[in-house]
């Protein structure tokens, strides 16, 4: 290496030790550090560029972004939502652009997030009440905008979700508001609702569950019963929970749209497998007919509040066979990989 490119791999690192800059305005490494880098077939560690940022991002996004607390249940951006609905809750409705403006001082990451997580929140039908078009989970047709649309809590949030003596407070990021660390929800709010985020290095996926069934398995729990508690869709279908292995990662639950018979050339799907919408289902029907694999003459989607695709057979193909053709080459059937990753004393 020469003499000149010595003194600045030192200088390089002098600069970085006293906390200094090595790239230019537009952010871009500086041409005779470049050179360093770059200089033959050597390859030289700029040792504190990326050391600290990348932690700080992957601790930023795992804890206050992708994965739900296991005290509430909720990820960041939900309880913000939930606080701030409650802090203007007076019984009637509010438009959501509204809802998602008081959320902004507690949220630092932008409208289009809140205004998402909330319509997602809206869409599970438990903790808001929902006026105008909040999409289709089944069709996964779009909410309208915010200034369409309107929400409040619900009877049961208020009475389950918070309690002012017992919550537990902290700045907002910018210091000019208080939060809830956590809302002392009295109901297992995470296994309801489940919940699913993608962060840096893990992913969190949690399924929902029955509403009654929570509230039996909490019962025997508190008596120290044994029970059992599997998940229970939204959008209907058989599962199959024989490997489910308590959630935990590992488990899987294989999942499979209903499908009835209507006449010798007709069937219908009229409950569809958890992840998917009935435009995820017609697809794959008609890529699997291209590759031959069925043969459909024609598919109606006629989904409304319940689902309803009706899928018209040739006169010489059996709909049973059809039927089995379906759960194996089509999303009418599927295996999910559960992975039960919350937050718990600050870290997953």
């Known amino acids: 290496m020469s003499d000149e490119s010595e003194d600045i791999r030192e200088e390089l690192e002098i600069e970085e030790a006293e906390g200094g800059e090595i790239?230019?305005?537009?952010?871009?490494?500086?041409?005779?550090?470049?050179?360093?880098?770059?200089?033959?077939?050597?390859?030289?560690?700029?040792?504190?560029?990326?050391?600290?940022?990348?932690?700080?991002?992957?601790?930023?996004?795992?804890?206050?972004?992708?994965?739900?607390?296991?005290?509430?249940?909720?990820?960041?951006?939900?309880r913000r939502i939930l606080h701030a609905m409650k802090e203007c809750d007076d019984g009637r409705l509010n438009k959501v652009a509204s809802l998602v403006g008081a959320t902004m001082p507690y949220h630092p990451h932008g409208d289009a997030s809140i205004k998402d997580a909330l319509v997602q929140l809206g869409q599970k039908d438990l903790l808001i009440d929902c006026q105008g078009n909040w999409g289709n989970i089944l069709t996964g047709d779009d909410a309208a905008a915010g200034r369409y649309i309107e929400a409040r809590l619900t009877q049961f949030a208020r009475e389950v979700v918070f309690n002012a003596k017992t919550t537990e407070w902290t700045p907002s990021y910018d210091g000019r508001n208080q939060e809830p660390v956590n809302l002392p929800v009295k109901f297992p709010l995470l296994l309801m609702q489940g919940s699913?985020?993608?962060?840096?290095?893990?992913?969190?996926?949690?399924?929902?569950?029955?509403?009654?069934?929570?509230?039996?398995?909490?019962?025997?729990?508190?008596?120290?019963?044994?029970?059992?508690?599997?998940?229970?869709?939204?959008?209907?279908?058989?599962?199959?929970?024989?490997?489910?292995?308590?959630?935990?990662?590992?488990?899987r639950v294989k999942v499979r749209a209903r499908i009835e018979k209507i006449s010798k050339n007709q069937i219908a799907i009229t409950e569809i497998p958890f992840g998917n919408t009935t435009s995820d289902i017609i697809d794959s029907i008609l890529k699997a007919n291209e590759r031959g694999k069925i043969k459909v003459r024609k598919v109606d989607d006629n989904t409304a509040d319940k689902v309803e695709i009706v899928i018209t057979l040739p006169n010489d193909v059996s709909p049973d066979k059809t039927i089995d053709a379906l759960y194996a080459f089509t999303k009418c059937e599927f295996p999910i990989s559960p992975n039960s990753c919350v937050i718990k004393d600050k870290k997953p």
């Open 23 to 78: 790239s230019g305005a537009d952010g871009q490494i500086s041409e005779k550090y470049r050179k360093i880098i770059d200089d033959g077939s050597k390859k030289y560690k700029l040792s504190g560029m990326y050391k600290e940022w990348f932690l700080d991002y992957a601790s930023e996004v795992i804890l206050e972004r992708a994965v739900p607390h296991i005290l509430d249940g909720l990820k960041p951006v939900q």
């Open 196 to 251: 699913q985020g993608v962060a840096v290095g893990l992913a969190c996926k949690m399924l929902p569950h029955n509403f009654n069934e929570l509230i039996d398995a909490s019962v025997a729990y508190l008596k120290g019963e044994d029970f059992e508690l599997y998940p229970d869709f939204p959008t209907g279908g058989l599962a199959d929970v024989s490997s489910y292995n308590r959630g935990i990662r590992g488990g």
